[in-house]
């Protein structure tokens, strides 16, 4: 069960650095009744290769709730997610201190 898991562990690790690819794999895949399924030892996953991600860091911080709708709104949209308006107020910030990337 553990080399199973093993290898189902490293597709859906792979599969997420190549979303399209896998879905179009998996797509061809034939659809049968799971009563029509014979019984075997060895699992068979499509094989995809991971390709190297960007590191990413996760940033989290609090503020008070009006702050937070008065920057939605000078962003030009009060009804702007929390997590958007945190993405917007970071580029906004690193295009104005950074931006040489």
């Known amino acids: 069960m553990r080399s199973a898991s093993k290898e189902w562990i490293t597709y859906t690790n ?12 998996e797509k061809q895949a034939e659809r049968v009744s799971i009563f029509e399924i014979p019984i ?4 068979a ?14 940033i989290l911080y609090t503020v008070p709730l009006k702050r937070a709708q008065a920057l939605a709104t000078a962003f030009g949209y009060v009804g702007m ?3 958007e308006i945190g993405l917007k107020s970071f580029e906004y910030a690193f295009d104005d201190l950074v931006e040489d990337e």
């Open 14 to 25: 792979a599969r997420k650095s190549q979303m399209e690819e896998a879905k179009s794999l």
């Open 40 to 43: 075997r030892k060895e699992t």
């Open 45 to 58: 996953l499509p094989q995809l290769q991971a390709k190297p991600r960007e590191k990413v860091a996760n």
């Open 81 to 83: 997610s929390y997590k």
